[in-house]
């Protein structure tokens, strides 16, 4: 079945260190999401990529879609505490439901 | 903005008892989703509804059954609670099936004794 896999499971950084994670799909994507779930809470929408190769910014947050619509990846700049959190990549299946990667715990030590 | 409505947020049962959520959308949206949140795990999607017809179905146990009334909000009943069945379940609704965001609900945690 469709997958969504993410790497890395988890990563510590020290504040004001860069952040990468990475996102793929076994399938084409008709659009990825990604969300953000802070220790002890639910997920909440950052954004959805949708046309090829599309890069978004949200401040300090880079979302890219690859040109195949297979892979994703959210790059955060000058990390800080509040960052601190599960980023999960999501893609939907033909059926509508959302499909998430395993997700990336992002550690920020001030 | 009203946001996604679960009740109750925290549950204790036993073994072989019962369990029922609660999941009010957000208003206009016509898509429930529910998922299963273990410890360190993604959400896994149980079973989904559109405009009160299931829509999807995952890996919900046949001792799970849920559906989605005229007011649009959905119940999730569990019953034979297995020590397993411990976990984060999170409603989440869109405005459009397949194709728009989610907005998840803070969730509801079980706990199984």
């Known amino acids: 079945g469709q997958q969504v896999m993410q790497i890395p499971q988890y990563q510590h950084v020290q504040e004001g260190e860069d952040f990468t994670t990475y996102c793929n799909s076994s399938?084409?994507?008709?659009?990825i999401q990604w969300y953000k779930q802070r220790p002890g809470g639910h997920p909440v929408f950052l954004i959805q990529?949708?046309?090829?190769?599309e890069v978004k910014k949200q401040k300090r947050l880079t979302f890219q879609f690859g040109e195949a619509k297979k892979n994703s990846s959210l790059h955060i700049t000058a990390t800080q505490t509040t960052d601190v959190g599960t980023y999960f990549c999501?893609?939907?299946?033909?059926?509508?439901?959302?499909?998430f990667g395993q997700g990336t715990t992002l550690q920020v030590k001030p | 903005a009203a946001g996604v409505i679960q009740s109750p947020r925290h549950l204790i049962k036993e073994k072989r008892e019962t369990a029922t959520l609660k999941c009010y959308p957000i208003p206009r949206h016509d898509t429930v989703y529910w998922y299963q949140q273990g410890p360190g795990q993604d959400p896994q999607f149980l079973i989904s509804f559109y405009e009160k017809m299931q829509s999807d179905k995952g890996s919900i146990p046949d001792r799970f059954s849920a559906q989605q009334f005229s007011d649009y909000h959905s119940e999730l009943n569990m019953s034979s609670l297995e020590l397993g069945d411990s976990a984060l379940y999170f409603c989440a609704s869109s405005a459009r099936l397949g194709a728009n965001v989610l907005t998840f609900g803070a969730g509801s945690r079980l706990t199984v004794l």
């Open positions: 990529l949708v046309k090829s190769g």
């Open positions: 999501a893609g939907p299946s033909n059926t509508g439901k959302l499909i």
């Open positions: 399938t084409t994507l008709s659009n």
